[in-house]
């Protein structure tokens, strides 16, 4: 496997394909690097080196106690963008992966990237609070720190039908997608994914999102279960200088796999215009 060690000694496992101009992922929680193989693989074949990493404590990378924090995840991004020597680099993020592209531009600038695309991502900031009325109310994270330490296996997969909208009617339910979001959560580390969920509910991106200098794509699904778009992208897409947001009737958070063709090709008309 390729791995990089960062500076408190954590190896990040990573994916590196092809040639041409980068593309980086930053995954989802409580998910892995696996889960663009339908952009990377579209991507890669489109001329583009496509490259994602698992998150610390997530998947292959290494299970720590300590320092699963936002900035730790936006300083593990920034290590291997250097790493590999990237320039250029078109970043995109879904869910928690968007707040770690956010906080990475916030933290290290916009000198290797060209463009952002943040997909489903959770700033501003879900949590309810005074200023943010709308947010999710902290009961809703308790709940998932609860569906983690109690029965981590039969939680993730309860938690894959909203995920991937598989509750609605209609819905055409893939047991292997199901069973792929269950597996990927299962590789990760019970510890890094329950302080993940504090991570991605409680951080304030705000100031961070009027810092993003560069063209940004903000993508979503209107019936979002697990990100709500009104008080996620809607709010975002106000406060970075140069973006454009497009809002999808009926999509779900899961939606770069139940959708990954329309997704495809948002990315490569963005990316080419």
Request: aromatic share 10%; glycine share 10%.
């Amino acid at each position: 496997m390729s791995t990089i060690k960062v500076t408190d000694g954590v190896d990040l496992f990573y994916k590196d394909w092809g040639t041409g101009q980068p593309v980086v992922f930053c995954h989802g929680w409580p998910l892995t690097a696996d889960a663009w193989d339908p952009q990377m693989l579209f991507l890669v074949n489109e001329g583009y080196r496509v490259i994602a990493h698992d998150r610390r404590s997530h998947g292959r990378s290494t299970q720590v106690g300590i320092n699963n924090t936002m900035d730790a995840y936006a300083d593990d991004l920034a290590a291997l963008i250097e790493f590999l020597e990237l320039r250029n680099v078109i970043l995109v993020g879904h869910s928690t992966g968007g707040g770690e592209v956010v906080r990475y531009i916030a933290r290290h600038g916009c000198d290797h990237v060209a463009k952002a695309v943040l997909i489903g991502s959770v700033p501003p900031v879900m949590l309810k609070s005074a200023s943010n009325p709308e947010g999710t109310p902290m009961e809703v994270f308790d709940a998932l720190r609860e569906g983690v330490t109690k029965n981590r296996s039969q939680f993730f997969k309860d938690l894959s039908i909203p995920f991937f909208g598989f509750n609605r009617n209609g819905a055409v339910i893939s047991e292997g997608v199901r069973e792929h979001f269950w597996l990927q959560g299962m590789l990760g580390g019970i510890k890094g994914e329950y302080d993940c969920i504090a991570q991605f509910s409680e951080t304030d991106f705000t100031e961070d999102l009027k810092q993003i200098a560069v063209p940004t794509l903000l993508l979503h699904g209107d019936d979002d279960q697990i990100v709500p778009f009104g008080d996620a992208s809607v709010l975002s897409a106000k406060l970075i200088p140069n973006s454009t947001l497009k809002v999808f009737p009926g999509l779900a958070h899961g939606m770069v796999i139940t959708h990954s063709e329309l997704i495809n090709n948002e990315l490569l008309d963005f990316i080419k215009s």
